[in-house]
């Protein structure tokens, strides 16, 4: 069983469009992060969100953790073709040894 | 360097080859990471250090993985006797909190691919 659900797997949209990935467990957490990796590049750190319901905003991507610290979404605002790669949500490991990461939405934007 | 560096970045081995993986994490930093990451996939943990000390080695497939980090800075990850599904992209992070504190810096990896 997967701890993180991750979806959709792969979302393919032309520059311009609006589109919301998901991260959903049954378990709580006292944090998550949303990191970008693009093709052949390590994962980057986007946002970090730890109150349930909050809402934080970089440029046109808006993250928000669920009121029960359950989920989390990003959405992103009129897509651009830097924008593509793939999107990984991430919890901490009981005792926050390490992180454990969602499979990812793989986001390809199109001109 | 400023970033976390990983070399080689391509190794390519012949099944039952030995391989060892080098990964120079950022100056000071006290947490040190392995993970291993399928094509299309998120990466999945593998081994955690604080300093030279292993203090997490949950994550590794097979008594074949072996992780070390003597000096408590440069790491080195081995594989030994290579089988094709050990294929990934190796990923080594580093972060700052002694607790395996967030967030982490990743290096670009490196991708192994057994023959």
């Known amino acids: 069983t997967q701890l993180l659900e991750q979806s959709p797997q792969f979302l393919s949209i032309q520059e311009g469009e609006n589109l919301t990935v998901y991260c959903n467990s049954s378990?709580?957490?006292?944090?998550l992060q949303w990191y970008r990796q693009e093709p052949g590049e390590g994962p980057v750190l986007l946002v970090t969100v730890v109150t349930g319901g909050e809402v934080k905003k970089l440029k046109r991507l808006t993250f928000q953790f669920g009121d029960a610290r359950k989920d989390s979404s990003l959405h992103i605002t009129a897509a651009q073709t830097g924008d593509t790669g793939l999107y990984l949500c991430a919890v901490p490991k009981p005792g926050y040894s390490t992180l454990t990461f969602g499979k990812g939405t793989m986001l390809l934007v199109s001109p | 360097g400023a970033g976390v560096s990983q070399s080689p970045r391509y190794k390519v081995a012949k099944r039952g080859q030995d391989v060892a993986l080098r990964c120079d994490p950022i100056?000071?930093?006290?947490?040190l990471f392995w993970y291993q990451q399928a094509l299309g996939q998120g990466p999945e943990f593998l081994t955690y250090?604080?300093?030279?000390?292993?203090?997490?080695k949950s994550g590794l497939p097979s008594d074949r993985f072996f992780a070390e980090r003597p000096e408590g800075s440069v790491s080195t990850l081995k594989i030994q006797r290579t089988q094709q599904e050990d294929s990934a992209v190796y990923l080594c992070a580093s972060s700052a909190g002694g607790t395996g504190g967030l967030p982490l810096h990743f290096g670009n990896g490196t991708r192994l691919t057994v023959t």
């Open positions: 250090f604080q300093n030279e000390a292993q203090l997490d």
């Open positions: 100056s000071g930093h006290v947490s």
């Open positions: 378990s709580v957490f006292s944090s």
